[in-house]
């Protein structure tokens, strides 16, 4: 069946501008989580969404960072006023149990 | 905190030569442990978990884990690398219920032809 669907796949935006990236996941996994990777590091927690239950959001790095989930379908990630330093990959993930599914990712460029 | 430490950022290895990625995490309560991988320009995926049962786990190329409860360790090995192993592996750690991972920050392997 169908893997997890980002989209964009590329975003170029400039400082102050708000974003808006979107991830459709896995049909029936209830679990969806949305991670940043900056260049040439490892993966950073963002958020977490389980089922109907209030999202872990103990990962966003600042309020200009949101994101929403609508039932177990889509979820998009918003920043707004976006800095330079928000330039990174965004990865989002879907699962049913420990094993997390990977969608290709959003390369977001902050100029 | 709990953590997971991947000590290597990078590791250079001959083709055909064996191979060790370390991981290391912070609590020896029940644990499961993952490795996933990211070849290059491609999204991370699964390589092998470590849920109960048998500490040795092993991937359909080649590489085996081995959970160690004593040193909280999941160090992951091959006996003889090839070129197309090239990519970054993030070890992964799940403490309790709910299904989240916590991530090492990576290591890059190299193979050197």
């Known amino acids: 069946g169908a893997g997890v669907s980002q989209s964009p796949s590329n975003k170029v935006t400039e400082k102050g501008k708000d974003v808006e990236l979107r991830c459709d996941p896995i049909s029936g996994h209830t679990a969806l989580y949305w991670y940043r990777q900056r260049l040439g590091q490892g993966l950073e927690f963002l958020i977490y969404f389980q089922g109907n239950s209030a999202p872990d959001k103990s990962g966003l790095p600042s309020d200009r960072f949101s994101a929403e989930r609508t039932g177990e379908s889509v979820s998009t990630l918003t920043i707004q006023r976006t800095q330079q330093e928000d330039s990174a990959v965004y990865l989002c993930a879907s699962s049913t149990d420990y094993e997390q599914y990977f969608g290709p990712g959003t390369r977001l460029t902050v100029t | 905190a709990q953590s997971v430490t991947q000590l290597d950022s990078q590791v250079p290895v001959f083709e055909e030569a064996p191979v060790e990625l370390r991981c290391n995490y912070s609590s020896s309560v029940s644990v499961y442990l993952f490795w996933y991988v990211q070849y290059p320009n491609q999204g991370l995926q699964l390589l092998l978990k470590?849920?109960?049962?048998s500490t040795l786990v092993e991937s359909i190329n080649g590489f085996e884990a081995e959970f160690n409860k004593s040193q909280t360790s999941f160090h992951l090995r091959k006996p003889s690398v090839h070129i197309s192993d090239t990519a970054e592996y993030f070890c992964a750690v799940s403490y309790d219920s709910n299904y989240q991972l916590i991530w090492g920050a990576g290591t890059k392997l190299i193979i050197k032809p």
């Open positions: 470590y849920l109960s049962g």
